[in-house]
């Protein structure tokens, strides 16, 4: 699972690495107390650990379960089954095939949008770094006024 999880620190988006710096030490601590908890825990319980019955179960001679019977059909027909198991999550997963990720900005926002034309004309007429805010500064038409140092 943190295997998994170090594929979201290769994104440049903050809230994705979150989830990676979050559910890497959940994952890791929760292997560690799975080794290390879980066997001194059934040590001290010992043979009480069944002393208190979670589902009453009916005793049968023979395994006629849900499962029982899951487990016999997979295994008599096995490449079907491996193939359906296989076609399902590629099928759900076609649509995500022509994914882009990108930061939420104006360009999400209809071309009549004023925010969507001040936002396209400031790529077009300015060369600029996505990570730096841009400034703008616009003079007042009439005379201007000399800065500290003379200049205008």
Avoid at 108 to 114: I, N
Avoid at 122 to 130: D, G, H, K, L, N
Avoid at 135 to 144: A, D, I, L, N, Q
Wanted: hydrophobic content about 45%; glycine content about 8%; charged content about 15%.
């Amino acid at each position: 699972m943190a295997l998994a999880l170090s594929g979201l620190l290769v994104f440049p988006f903050y809230f994705l690495r979150s989830f990676a710096y979050a559910g890497i030490p959940v994952s890791l601590l929760a292997a560690v107390a799975s080794v290390t908890v879980l066997p001194a825990l059934l040590k001290v319980l010992g043979p009480r650990i069944d002393s208190l019955p979670v589902l009453r179960r009916r005793k049968t001679q023979t395994d006629t379960g849900f499962w029982y019977r899951t487990a016999k059909r997979v295994m008599r027909f096995p490449v079907p089954v491996g193939a359906v198991g296989v076609i399902i999550p590629l099928a759900l997963g076609a649509p995500f095939l022509d994914l882009k990720m990108t930061l939420a900005d104006e360009r999400v926002l209809p071309s009549s949008a004023s925010s969507y034309q001040v936002g396209q004309a400031m790529r077009e007429r300015f060369a600029s770094q996505q990570s730096q805010a841009e400034m703008v500064v616009m003079r007042k038409s009439g005379p201007t006024e000399t800065g500290p140092q003379g200049h205008q």
